[in-house]
């Protein structure tokens, strides 16, 4: 069927500028690690991205090892492009890829060398039938490769044309220093970073976020939503079709603890006095630091979508409420 997005679709979204750069990003932005692979239903997440872009999300994370089977969510991305977003539609979209986790066999599949990232986004390229990505990521830092290399390789990227900027993904405050400082000698500013933040996992507020904003590099957290867990998913258990009840999903049914879900339904409940679902608060939570440029989620269907995309209408919190968050996280 013939998709012509909505003619309203930037009436109700917030866009936010990426620490000190030229672009600005949706609150929300929509990642396809989980839901897009070739094990999924192709349709369902075709709609899903439709939907988002629809709302005013122009954002849509990707990596090579995006699946399952590893590149299989590019492959069916560069689909949905090819078959919705005609004309000049590519031109609204800010696209990212990474490289950087295991991808092909062998010394040059993995980590961070020059080989490795290059080779990685030329196929990227390919699955997802693009030209250019938007933004492309160092996935994880690598011990054993200069930062020098690294950097040199995501410079490369953009003066190849491959890349219109570059982020780094993982990467501690120290690590993420010594980065930016290259980046920056080389003449290509690092514009975003992309940690893992949530309500249950905090380790970004111990510098992290300090140096991006020093640096004036944005931040776009992953998994605010603990894949789920922060949300009334498993509030009764481990539900048929849920990530944690997948054997391909990341969460782990024992990481679903009788001690998470005690703090789970305490939040919900400070959620529902405050006039929102849990995933709304835990969102909320996250981007009412200035700091962060968007919340980057996953969706497994348009009502997750559009229960997510409802944060907006509330993203402020009273001290009593942020305490009681804290109390109910120690
Ligand atoms: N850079 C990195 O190393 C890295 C690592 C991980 C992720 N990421 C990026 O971050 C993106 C988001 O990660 P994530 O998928 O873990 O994020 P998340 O938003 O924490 O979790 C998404 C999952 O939570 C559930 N969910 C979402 N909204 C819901 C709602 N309103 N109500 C109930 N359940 C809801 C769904 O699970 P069900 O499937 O159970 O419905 C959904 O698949 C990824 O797609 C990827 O782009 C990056």
Redesign the pocket.
Known sequence: MHYAPAADRYNNMTYQRCGKSGIQLPAIS??????FGSIDNFENGRSIIRHAFDKGITHF???NN?GPVPGSAEENFGRILKKDFTGHLRDELIISS?AG?TMWPGPYGDFGSRKYLISSLDQSLQRMQLEYVDIF?S??PDPNTPIEETMGALHSIVQQGKALYVGL??YNAEQTKAALAVLQSLGTPCLIH?P?Y?MFERWVEGGLLDVLEANGVGCIP???????L????YLHGIPA??????PS???QESEVTPEKIEKVKKLHALAQQRGQ?L??MALAWILKDKRITTV??????V???D??LYTLKNTSFSKEELDAIETILK
């Open positions: 929509l990642g396809l690690w989980h839901n994370d990707l990596a995006y990474k986790y990521y996935h994880r993904s993982n992309q893992k949530s992953f998994s605010p939503l603990a894949q789920g922060l949300t009334d998913r079709g849920s990530r944690a009840s997948k999903g990341f969460l679902s995933a709304q980057l989620i996953g969706a497994s269907s009502a997750q979508l229960d997510n």
